[in-house]
């Protein structure tokens, strides 16, 4: 259950007694209400007698007043709780799970669900789950008050009752399923639409603009199509509702004033009852257009379900306390040497995928040593990569640190330990010194210069307008690719991590930009434990040690020099690592 969810069933709870207490509010007003006419008519009382009555209609309506405001305000309040707490619940995933999970989705798509779909929940949570309980329990009051006072009458509304959510469920069925190709319309626009934006500079680059903006246009107005058609089917039920509504009030008039006429039935009951049948219905009505508000936050409920609640390896990590070292989660203390990591037999497979992406995977990383994994393009390094970070939890299988089992770490603890540098660092808009504090965030300018000069990026920071001040702009738009990469890298040398991971930062950069990024990584490397993607062999001849990896698993293993030695596998190695870059 996440944070806040308990206040959040509080405060609903809270707002359907308010709503209760409003509709018990409306029953009191209609019996005062019809007691003075029926006094001030037929019994001809004096003012003076009709103070009281009207003093306590006075305080109905208050009272009334009151509940209505407060069940309005209890509801708000239900509603933005559960909204902050779902759209931190979904950050918090998206953030355990890392990058594997969000690789498989569409950035815009991600977005526009953590921010229109979140704020869809507030009519969702605000209206339409208050008001079902309402629409049950006000109508039950106010037919205990009917049947109290005349039992044809209330015969009469309990037998069209049901008519009115029988025509809600058959046009709830066509307007459901209209409001998820709308959901999906928006989801798949907001996503073309980022993808356009951040790819601008490629369109413009082969003549592409207007094709993509036409298609943009089209997708914009089959979204327009089915909000038309949203629209239509929600006035087509509130029409229905009105009709069936209005109907069964006409139903209980018409008996009562013919019963009224032939004197079966007193003016002050034929009254109570007339003014309490339109309250009867009232609450279905309102059921009917709070769920038609609240469609749309249905289907992001479901979306948001699908991405808290992601299947096979995407789950979050089970934390199994050792009672050895139950004291600290399991957490081996940092040491003084750099940590032995070992793969034992780890299977790891994707949903939708025949072939395991890890399969009797078998990796040693000694203490302090730099292993590099070389293979093709989905041979399982990038999985392997996964596993180490407690991105993805293995099926089967082990990974050990120092002796102590992944199953008792808790993976935030763990990922403290480790940096990561990937091929593609992610920079964010913010300065150079916001992009640095990511790593450290209570390091002080002399550890950010330390880290910069190690990285070989202090004289590019230094020419910068505002030195660690500059903004950089949206994926680090000021730097080049080998600057983006140092600074990726002094992020490494700030957090001071004991394991590190790089995924071939060398790829894709000139020979200036490489040069400057080995002899930065070279000094990164000094007493880490280190696990290298290699997709060049001249960065694999580096490591300590070699291991090609093919279908999932460990083929060959052994450091550069005999690898090299030995003819029938170096040519195999040569041949990986042509494949994969």
Known sequence: MPAGAGSSWRDLAASVLAGLLAA???????????????????????????????????????????????????????????????????????????????????????????????????????????????????????????????????????????????????????????ARRQWLTLSRLSARFLDAVSGLPTLRAFGRVADEARRLEQTGERYRELTLRVLRLAFVSALTLEALATLGTAVVAVEVGLRLLYGRIGFRAALFVLLLAPEFYRPLRALGAAYHAGLAGREAADRIATLVEAPGPFAAPRIVASPARRSDRGIPHPAASPPHVRFDAVRLSYPGRNEPALDDFTLALPSGATVALVGPTGAGKTSAVHVLLRFLEPESGSVWVDGVPFATMEPERWRERVAWVPQRPRLFAGSVRQNLLLARPGASDGQLARALAQASLDGVVARLPRGLDTPLGEGGARLSGGEAQRLALARAFLKQAEVLVLDEPTAQLDAESEQAVAAAIARLRRGRTVLLIAHRLTTAATADSIALVMRGRVVEAGAPQQLASEGRVYPRLLAAAAGSG
């Open 24 to 178: 018990a509010a409306v029953v009191g007003q209609s019996a005062l209400l019809s007691r003075a006419i029926d006094a001030a008519f037929l019994g001809r009382a004096s003012l003076s007698a009709l103070l009281p009555a009207l003093a306590g209609l006075a305080a109905a309506a208050l009272a009334r007043a009151l509940c209505v405001w407060l069940q309005e305000l209890l509801a708000a309040r239900a509603s933005a709780t559960v909204r902050l707490a779902v759209r931190e619940r979904v950050v918090r995933r998206l953030l355990a799970v890392g990058p594997r999970l969000a690789a498989d989705e569409r950035t815009g798509e991600l977005t526009n669900t953590l921010v229109a779909g979140v704020e869809a929940l507030d009519p969702y949570v605000a209206q339409y789950l208050p008001q079902s309980l309402l629409a049950l329990l006000v109508p039950l009051l106010v037919l205990a008050a009917v049947l109290a006072s005349d039992g044809l009458s209330a015969l009469a509304l309990a037998l069209t009752f049901p008519l009115v959510p029988l025509f809600m469920s058959l046009i709830g069925s066509a307007a459901k399923a209209q």
